[in-house]
């Protein structure tokens, strides 16, 4: 199983195209492949932003989209590191979440803005995440 802390424009665009790389990340969780990796922080921004008119995203499926991730995360109380090398306040979270909450080789956070982020390996493109749940599936 990978660990995964998923950024909000990776859900995002999951929920706009689930075809896309974006969608087979979240796919991955909800068939058990991948657990995400969650705190309170990253839910209030997923919320605040899937509520935003400019999705059209419905209530209902906004609701049933966290509850199922609700169900099937790992809270992680993470601590609040410094992170100078992360400009913006809202990704250091994600970030912070993904540093206490590695678990293994296998957590990774999964970000559509790679340039926000140090480049560490761990820090992966939707599609680079696919490429590995790929490989896993074929091992």
Request: charged share 20%; net charge negative.
């Amino acid at each position: 199983m990978f660990y995964a802390v998923i950024d909000t424009n990776v859900l995002v665009s999951a929920l706009l195209n689930i075809n896309s790389n974006p969608g087979k990340v979240l796919l991955s969780v909800f068939n058990g492949e991948t657990c995400p990796l969650l705190n309170a922080e990253i839910v209030a921004e997923y919320r605040d932003v899937l509520a935003r008119k400019k999705f059209h995203f419905p209530a209902d499926t906004v609701d049933i989209v966290m509850g199922r991730l609700a169900a099937v995360s790992m809270n992680i109380n993470a601590a609040d590191g410094e992170y100078p090398e992360i400009s913006d306040p809202e990704d250091r979270c994600f970030f912070a979440v993904t540093m206490t909450g590695r678990l293994s080789e296998d957590t990774f956070l999964v970000t559509g803005n790679i340039r926000h982020f140090p480049a560490k390996p761990f820090v992966v493109t939707p599609a680079q995440f696919v490429e590995m749940l790929e490989t896993k599936r074929q091992s």
